[in-house]
DNA sequence: TTGTTATATATGCAAAGTGGAATATGATTA
DNA sequence: TAATCATATTCCACTTTGCATATATAACAA
């Protein structure tokens, strides 16, 4: 009654769409294109990519072809269809009305945490802090590479590029903004505590 | 074989727990206290905390008693126990070794919108900056008041006033940063797609 | 008086997702 | 030569989540 439904869609079924919508791959390749492109803000389990692929089949949106294979098990290749793309087209043209709520166990963890000693919560700061730093120099070197070299390859997907590193930048930008604020919070519990 | 298994323990036990330690609550009452509290970085369905209560019980973290009402219905409260502050700390002293893959759903529709025109995708970016923009307004005044509130009642609160408002700072910081981060890919968009 | 909101809990169902293991085999490396 | 890595898919048990709905009652507003 309140919204598109028939086919609502899930938010995996449209990263399967959408990269079956550059060409057709099978479950195996979709895993490392997701952990390639998306994974910094959205993963999934492989065991999720392939049954998610059945019921996309099911639904009409891809169609496989099986290739067989001698030295290796063989695989099964997707394709998008119309529908599938029609399904894409619809989910990413209806605009987001609300803000997902965020989780975060961080967090949850330090609104908890004034029962536990001085020295347990730095540690905690101080060990995320290293894994965002990581994190952050990532976003600046190799995701940024890969989104050129996908475009030295093929120079018509220019607006894919942009719009790949409108997302690698938010990535990045949101690194530096937790950094900074793990240095703020490890120093004001320093201090305050 | 590689964890403390047994007691692993979900998020939302964690939540619950975490809010029982302050006081005894009913269902009801946790769910404001989520809404309250810990709302912007993690939520829970109303159902799902009362199945969660029920498994806690089971697992002897919390204890419930029934108090009769005549104008209201029954309302069972909840206690934590000795098992369940145990359960609690111990959650609370793990530190998190890696960071959690985060779900964000503007990014991915901006992932594959290349194929979008251009007014379709803008019109939904601004869309999202008005969102954040009443979120960041959000934070800066309510959040920080009710905190504020809190300590007055119970002074004995200061360091867990200190960190909740280093939970509502991330908040804070991490709408600037989003906000910063649609005006910037707008200007892009705008000028390079 | 009729409808809505707030209080208060519970249930049922399906979809979505987790995590691990099973089953193959060829290529590489120690 | 043994180990393990990379390819490629599938199955299973389980938890979690979303969403709707049911059942009460009191207070309040239209």
Redesign the interface.
Known sequence: MEYQEGQRGT?LD??LL?GL?YLPMTGYELKQFIER???????AQTSQIYRTLEKLEKEACVTSTIEEQTTRPDRRRYHITELGREK??VW??Q??????????????????????DKT?IL??LR??RA??QH?LTLHQTQTRQSIALSMEHNPA?K??G???D??R??GE??A???L??LD??IQ??ED??
Do not use: C
Not at 37 to 43: E, G, I, K, R
């Open positions: 938010v449209i990263i959408g919508n492109s998306t994974a910094h803000f959205w993963h894409l087209r990413l043209e605009p987001l009305t609300e803000i997902e709520p965020s989780k975060d166990t961080l967090l949850l963890k330090l609104f908890f945490a004034a029962q536990l347990t540690t905690q060990l995320q894994l965002y994190l997907l607006r894919d942009l719009m790949w409108i997302t930048r938010l930008l949101s530096e903004t937790y900074r604020w703020e919070s004001r519990i305050e505590f």
